[in-house]
Every structure is written in C-alpha cells, then in structure tokens.
C-alpha cells in the first residue's frame, strides 16, 4: 500500500517516507493490538490491523495534503481514539500523517488535558477564577513551549466532558510518540527522535533507524540514525545482538565520537572488568578504541566550550567596564551607580518588548538599541548636572554620593514594575552555530561579543577621530590651558559623562540576551567592572579590554580544574570566582596603577581627603558627648526598661545597634583621622560574629553530636570541621574572634600600603576582599551553614539567651548584653579618644594631610597604617561578637558588600574625624531603619539614598559639622563688605 503511494508521488524522498510510514504503522498496530489481546482474548488481530491498513489507506489516492485537511483529519482521528476498537488504527493512521501537529496532539492525550467540548477534542489550560481556556488538541507551542495559537473559548470547567481512552490506545500513543518524530519533514526534529529513541533503547524502532540510516537525505540524520541504532545494540538490545553487531556499534560510536556512546561502553568496560560480562577479543578491542578515541573527542571539545565561554565572559566584562573607564578611568567620578546605568539599559529593552513587541515583533530589540543608550545617557546627565559636578575634587564623596543614587534608582524601578521584568528574546538569538560535532556557539553569546567589540572601536573612533574626542583629551591632558583656549570644559564633563553611562545602557540592552532584567542586577557586576578598569590600567582603553578578556579567560578556564574534591572541590564555578579575585588583589598590591596605566585626569588628581571643616576636639566637648552617652545608655534606657516603657525586645536591639557603633568607631580611625576608605570593615565584624557564633553552637542543641544549626548540612553526610572544637571555650573564642579579623587586617596592610596604594584603589581592593569572602562563606562545604549561617543560640555563659517568663526585667540576659555592649562601647570611644589625641593619632592625621612629606621626613607610614587597620578590625571583630547572641543568628549577609558601606554612610552622616559623629550616625541611622522597616518599609531605601546624596553635597563635614558650617558662612558674610571695600579703593 505504502510503496503504491510512493510511487504515485514520483519522488525517492516521498518513496521513502512512504515505506517509513508504512513500517511505523505496521509496528504500532502489532504493538497496541498484541496488548489489546492480552486484555480481552475476544478481539481478534486480524480485524483490527485491517481497520488500520483501512484508515491509513484513506491518504493512498491523494498525492499531499493540506494543513487544513490535515487538521480536519486530526479532529476526527482525535475521537476515534475514544473508541476501543478503532483506537489503535487511529493512532497509526495519525502517525501517517508526518506532521508536528501530531505530535503535540499525542503528546496531551498522553498529559491527560484533552476535554470534550461541543463534540469535539480540544487542549485545556485552567486559569484563574475556575475558568478554562480551550485550544485545539493540536495547538503549536514554541520553544519555551507556551501556546502561541489564539484560544477558542473561555469556559467553565462543569461545561467539558472527560475524554478517556483505553488502556491499549495508550500503549500505541505512548510508543507512537516516540516514533512519530522520525517521520516528520523537517531533518532537525527526526534527528532529535533518533537520539531519543537510541537514549531511551526502543528496539522496535530498529527497522525505521536502519532505514533512516540509510536512505535519509541529511547526513546528520543518517549519523543520528547510526548511533541511535548502536546504542540500542548495547544496551536493551545487547543479548539478542550478534557478536558482529556488537563489534559494529562499539566501531560506529567510536568513528562518531558519540558522547553519549561513551558511558554505555564505559559501564560495559567495567562489566568486563569486574568480570560479570564476557566479551569477544574483537569487541573489547572495538571498545577500548572507541573509549580512547571519544575521550579525546570529549576533551578538546570541553576545552573549546571553556575558552569561548571566557571569550563570553571577558566580552560582557568589557562591555560593562567600558563605560567606567570613561567615567572612572578619564574623568575621576567613582560612580558606584555604573551598574545601575546597565540596570536602566536592561530595564528600556524590557519596556521596547512590553510596549513595542505586540506591533512590531521582535523588531523591538533594534529601537532598543539606541533608546537603551539615550536613557542611560540622559540619567547620566542629570547626575553629573545636578550632584557630581560639585564632587570632582573629592572622590571618596563621589563614591559616597553615587551609592545613594543608586538605591534610589533600585527601589523606583522596584516600585514601578517589581523584581520580576520577565521578556522574551527574540527569536534570531535562539540556537547557535554548530562549528564542529557537540560545539555549538550559542548566537546571544555571539551577539554579546559582536557588541563588545563595536562598542570599543566605536569608543576609539570617537576619542581619536572627532573633534568630541579631541577636545576631552585636551580637557584631561590639561584643564586650565584647555578652558583658556576656549573650551567648554563643563560641557565635555556633561557629555563624556553621558557617553559613559550611555555605554553602560548598552551592556544593560546586551545582558538581557542572558538574564531578565530585575533592579538589582547591577550590583552583581559593579566590583568586577572596577576591577577590570584598575587592573587594566586607569584610563587605558587598549588595558580595560586586555583585563576584561584576561579576567574572563582566567575565572572560565580555572573552573573545570580539580585540584581536589575533599573537604571541598576545588575548584568550582565559586572557588575560580575567589580565585580571580585574589589574582587581582595580588596584581594591584604589585602594581597598584594597572598594568597599563596612564595618566588621566584621576592620575593627575591631588589627594583632597583633607577636611577644612574640621576643628579640633575640645576636652570639654568630649566630656558633654561622653557624659551624654553615658547617661542615655545606662541611666535613660534601664530606668526606662525597668519601669516597663521599655521591653526587653527594644532593649535588644539597642544593643545590637551599640554594636555597629562599636563598628563605626572602628572605620572612623581609619576613615575620618588617616583619610583611607574601608569598604570591607562590616568583613571583620561578620568574622567576630562566626567566632562567638561557633562557641554558642558549641553550648547549643546538638543532634546526634552535631550543632543543630549545622545538622541539616551534615544529613547528607561529612564531619563536623575539627576547627569548631577550637571555639568551645569562652576565652579560646574571645581571642580567636579578635586573632583572626587582626591578622588578616594586618595582612592586607602590609601588602597593600607598602605598595602605596591608597585612596579609591584601596577602597576597590577591600571590596573585592569582601566579596571574595562572602562567596567562601555562603558556600555548604566550609563547614559553617551555607547561607543558613549559625543560629539555634541557647546559653552564653550558662545563662539561657531567651527570655525568661517567669523572671524579672533586670534577670534577662539580653538586658545585661545590651548593659555589656554599651559599656564597651563607651570604652571603645574614650580610647579612640585618647588615640587619636596622643601622638599616634597626630601621626595619623599627618597622614591624612601629606603622606609623601611624612614619609620623607623618615616615618614608615605603611606601618602606623597597618596597625590602626589591624586596630580597627579588632572593634569591628568586638562588635560582631556582641552582636551575634543578642541578634540569635550569623549570615554570609553580614559580611556583605553592601554592609561595609552602610557603615560608611554612618560615619559620613555623623561626620568623619569625630568619635562622637560616628556613634550618633550609627544610632540615627539604624533607629530611622526599625522605624521605617515596620511603617512604610518601602520608603527606606530612599531615605537611605537621599542620605548618601545629601551629605557628600550639602554636609560633607556630618552632622557634627553644622556649628562649624554655620560658623564659616558667619565668617565669609563679615568679609565680602571688606573685600567690596578693597576692591572699590
């Protein structure tokens, strides 16, 4: 019947569908009515496979059909299936069609969501509200597999009837299914059936791969079909193959190179070895080959999968730095919110989707190309007008200011349209370009790379072809000359400050080939994108991209390494994260300007960390601060407490807020009296934390000898890490928490202020630091929770944590913690105090001021710095420890990147080189959070940017410097009449 067909269609290729259909059909019918027979002996073999050689005949006198007369049969095939007799044969004549539509039908019949209504079969999809939305059984779908047809009807569930088919008409789906993909016109979805069948070892579908080995017009089918059938022969076939077959499968897979192939002949290789299979000489010589020559295969085509994905990596790493390089490298502006400029490009890409795609389609992935870059740019000009302007002498202000803008544009995205800006990409990029057998280059990641380098040569055209560019480097070689020839130089800060964040726009617009946009995904690429534009050189273009593709590179090739696997592998796709960031410390500890730096307007600059606003601390004032501190905190508070004003909840957490303030204290030595910005202090604070942590788990519940907290990470097996028993004595734990925060302080130290890095790279470097460490600590296998962190905290001391019920106020242990941390943190304030008044700290602020003239004059700065960092970590390590049994729990989120800097912004609200500033910034900060958290937690972020806004701008001196302000501003009032009067004579 099925050779008749193929003749009338005069065509080898129709010839061969023809026979293919015919064997499938053949095969179904046997399969399902050999089952139906099983069930129910009365039903006769010969009748049903004559209904179905009758329904698949009804396609013999027609040379092709339509889509719509394939539909119309498909509709009526559909209920054939209902019935018992006529099912099978349906199924069979179904399969003849070799149409996909088939296939998505068969694949609901066997999902189970194929209802009755109005006399037909059609696909139903529950919505909301008990509504039903109904599709024809034979909807296509695309490649993230959602419907794209138009629904037919919205119903009620109580309107549709149950289609039911029996249990034979199954079987003959379930094995159509699998088959069925070997008759479809397109080569693609026959290749994908043929590695499913061969995957799964269908050895009924034997005659239809041998037949598709060959005669199939595409060579990788025919190679599909080869490998599919060796597979087979292997596996689920293997007794009932010849010797012959088995030495000819084993041959085929190794001239292949089928990966797949390799761990079926690999399981039967240890078969063999471990002596419960017997195989010929000629066979295991034809497996070991095919071992050998597929491992090799596999080798080299995982190395050039590894190397293009760090040529990936290095791309999205030089599109995102590249704007930095511009904004930080050229003119100096750290600009912490780059990452968010990237965020906006993602974001505009969105809203072209959501808005734009319903009309255009996917064409509005090229109007968000320019728009990506305008916005960005146009926000970018709006900060550099409005705030950054003011800030070009004062970097470290720059950076603190720019941090608010960032949260305030994190939240109004949030605000706006939520954490989730799901999109869908467009079509072009799905695939990839299969450059030899298993490497296929994906085309987003290509795009990504094609974009990177049209950014990057468009930036060299426009900074040494136009006259833009030549007139930025006149502005940055130098300023003055460059305004006295006439140029605008406020114009060239506004417009290259616009091209930076504009550049980031476009990485943003590239990103969302990888990754949904969320308002957050700029954080995740802000360190990196500093550190590929400092290590490769402040400035230098040729270095940015040099770094980002060395960076990329490195992390990728490193991670496939293993070095070991116990207690932990090492390495993995964290470990070479923390890898790459340590080879950048170590770079820019050796060479602190990049390895191609040039000299910019940043290089050029003079160090203004000075604070003409400070005046020097009187005794008396010293004495009112301290004596008020004292006061609130020992007097006010527990007079308050114990006349029930106050519970013992607040009371907590005015103790844990004592401990940031113990912190803060911490970053004002370094910060506001030696003039270097920390950004990894709240590092050593989370490290003080993890050691108290790990003595009260020590005191805790234990299950089966293990601390509660770390037993859900040791059910899958392990020991608990032999260092926890270090910590099971108070004092052992004291030290150990002071020890290790020290030694690291005065490790990064030694190697970083001899090299005389200071300023914004040392600040870069110590949030690289932070972050390294917080991808060590949020990991299982170090032994301390993951991301679950230490918590379950019963007993400090042999007194219980909790709050006793049955106790009274002044019985509570979390009130005589707070008592204890407010009296440390008293001391901790009147010795920095006494530090900062002795000799020391007139050395640290000669620091400050001039490092190069006191160094000259034969002090060893670098060593006077190391011990106040080292001196510093050990209050933030003293804070974390008081912290951790009054707040009941230690995370990796402690030591966070974005914790270090909200005690920057302590210190800078309470105003820097005041003890006193640091304490009332601490506590003013972390009191507007409990507040707002609970009222309107939504607005937080944006009091909190507001503040890293305001204070750079209008009070850089702090709120201790308002007398100070005021004061100045009376002065300069009292000399403008002299000076009119001088200027008049």
């Known amino acids: 019947m099925y050779l008749v067909h193929g003749f009338a269609r005069l065509s080898v290729h129709g010839l061969v569908r023809s026979v293919r259909s015919g064997i499938v059909c053949a095969l179904l019918c046997s399969m399902a009515l050999l089952g139906a027979q099983e069930e129910d002996e009365a039903n006769p073999l010969e009748s049903a496979a004559a209904d179905a050689a009758a329904v698949a005949a009804g396609d ?6 339509s889509g719509e007369e394939i539909e ?111 008759l479809l016109p397109n080569a693609d979805n026959r290749r994908r059936a043929a590695d499913r069948l061969g995957n799964r070892g269908v050895v009924e579908a034997l005659p239809l791969l041998a037949q598709l080995r060959e005669d199939d017009p595409n060579s990788r089918v025919r190679r599909a079909a080869a490998v599919a059938i060796s597979l087979i022969h292997l596996t689920a076939a293997a007794d009932a193959a010849s010797e012959e077959e088995r030495v000819t499968a084993a041959q085929t897979l190794g001239r292949y190179k089928s990966l797949r192939g390799l761990t079926v002949l690999e399981r039967r290789q240890r078969s063999v070895d471990e002596g419960t299979l017997q195989v010929s000489a000629d066979e295991q010589e034809a497996m070991t080959a095919a071992i050998s020559r597929i491992r090799w295969h596999q080798w ?70 320019p728009m990506a870059f305008l916005v960005a740019a146009g926000v970018g000009m709006v900060m550099e007008f409005s705030l950054l302007r003011y800030l070009y002498k004062r970097p470290l202000d720059s950076l603190l200011a720019t941090i608010g803008v960032s949260l305030v544009l994190i939240q109004a995205v949030r605000q706006w349209r939520g954490d989730n800006l799901g999109m869908s990409t ?46 930025l480097r006149a502005t940055v070689q130098n300023r003055e000359i460059a305004a006295a020839m006439g140029v605008n130089t406020r114009r060239m800060d506004l417009l290259t400050f616009a091209l930076g964040c504009g550049l980031a726009g476009l990485a943003g617009y590239g990103m969302v080939l990888l990754t949904n946009p969320s308002p957050g995904m700029g954080t995740t690429y802000i360190v990196k994108s500093f550190l590929v534009t400092v290590v490769g050189g402040v400035g230098n273009f040729f270095g940015v991209v040099l770094s980002g593709m060395g960076l990329g590179m490195v992390e990728k090739l490193v991670e496939p390494i293993t070095i070991m696997e116990k207690p932990f592998r090492f390495f993995d796709s964290t470990w070479s994260q923390v890898f790459v960031l340590f080879l950048v410390i170590i770079i820019m500890q050796r060479r602190p300007s990049g390895l191609f730096p040039d000299r910019g307007r940043q290089a050029d600059q003079a160090d203004r960390t000075a604070m003409p606003w400070m005046r020097p601390a009187s005794r008396s004032g010293d004495v009112i601060a301290g004596s008020l501190l004292i006061f609130l905190g020992l007097i006010v508070v527990p007079f308050c407490y114990g006349m029930g004003w106050m519970n013992v909840e607040y009371v907590n957490k005015l103790g844990y807020i004592a401990s940031f303030a113990i912190c803060a204290v911490g970053l004002d030595l370094i910060w506001g009296y030696m003039g270097t910005l920390s950004l990894c202090q709240f590092l050593f604070f989370a490290l003080g934390g993890y050691a108290m942590g790990i003595y009260l788990i020590n005191h805790g519940p234990q299950i089966g000898g293990i601390p509660q907290s770390l037993a859900y990470n040791m059910s899958s097996g392990g020991e608990v890490p032999v260092f926890i028993s270090w910590f099971a004595n108070f004092p052992a734990a004291v030290f150990l928490g002071l020890l290790i925060p020290g030694l690291l302080a005065l490790l990064i130290g030694f190697t970083t202020f001899r090299s005389k890095m200071r300023g914004v790279y040392f600040a870069i470097l110590t949030q690289a630091i932070t972050v390294a460490f917080w991808l060590v600590f949020q990991k299982n296998d170090i032994g301390l929770g993951g991301t679950n962190g230490l918590t379950g905290f019963s007993t400090i001391l042999g007194f219980p944590i909790a709050t006793q019920a049955d106790a009274g106020p002044f019985a509570q242990t979390r ?119 609970i009222r309107a937690p939504q607005y937080w972020p944006f009091l909190l940017g507001g503040l ?22 009376l002065l300069l009032r009292r000399r403008q009449p002299a000076s009119a009067a001088e200027d008049q004579s």
């Open 60 to 65: 013999a006198d027609e040379e092709s059909l």
């Open 72 to 182: 119309e049969r498909l509709e009526a095939l559909l209920l054939q299936l209902l019935d018992r007799e006529q099912g099978p044969a349906a199924v069979a004549a179904m399969v003849s069609l070799a149409d996909e539509r088939v296939e998505w039908a068969l694949q609901r019949v066997m999902d189970r969501s194929i209802s009755l209504w109005q006399g037909r079969a059609v696909h139903v999809v529950t919505g909301e509200g008990g509504k039903s939305q109904l599709y024809t059984a034979y909807a296509a779908i695309d490649e993230d597999e959602r419907i794209v047809d138009e629904p037919l009807a919205t119903v009620d569930r109580s309107e549709l009837d149950n289609f039911r088919v029996h249990r034979a008409v199954r079987r003959a789906s379930q094995e159509a299914l699998a088959m069925v993909g070997l």
């Open 300 to 369: 080299r085509t995982d190395w050039i999968g590894h190397a293009f994905a760090g040529v990936s990596l290095g791309s999205i790493l030089v599109l995102i730095a590249l704007g930095l390089a511009i904004t930080f490298g050229v003119m100096g502006v750290i600009n912490m919110a780059h990452g968010e400029m990237l965020m906006l490009g993602a974001v505009t890409s969105w809203a072209c989707f959501e808005f734009l795609s319903p009309h255009v389609g996917d064409w509005y992935y090229a109007i968000a190309f």
């Open 426 to 471: 467009p079509a072009l990029f799905s695939g990839g370009w299969e450059i030899m057998q298993d490497v296929t280059l994906p085309w987003n990641r290509l795009f990504l790379i094609a974009l990177a380098i049209f950014c990057v040569i468009s930036v060299l055209l426009i900074l040494r072809g136009t006259r833009f560019g030549l007139l």
């Open 815 to 933: 009130f005589w913690l707070y008592i204890a941390t407010t009296v440390i943190l008293i001391l901790a304030a009147v010795g920095s105090k006494w530090l900062v008044r002795s000799g020391w700290g007139r050395v640290l602020v000669a620091i400050r001021d001039d490092e190069t003239r006191l160094r000259f004059n034969g002090y060893r700065t670098w060593m006077v710095k190391s011990t106040t960092f080292a001196l510093a970590a050990m209050l933030a390590a003293i804070g974390g420890m008081l912290y951790v049994p009054q707040k009941g729990i230690i995370t990796p989120a402690e030591m966070a990147p974005m914790a270090s800097i909200m005690v920057v912004v302590w210190v800078a609200l309470g105003g820097r080189a005041s003890v006193w500033g640091a304490i009332l910034g601490a506590v003013l900060v972390n009191l507007l959070y409990e507040m707002l958290t």
């Open 948 to 969: 890293f806004i305001l204070v750079p701008r209008f009070l850089p001196g702090g709120l201790t410097s308002i007398p100070i302000v005021a004061w100045l501003a």
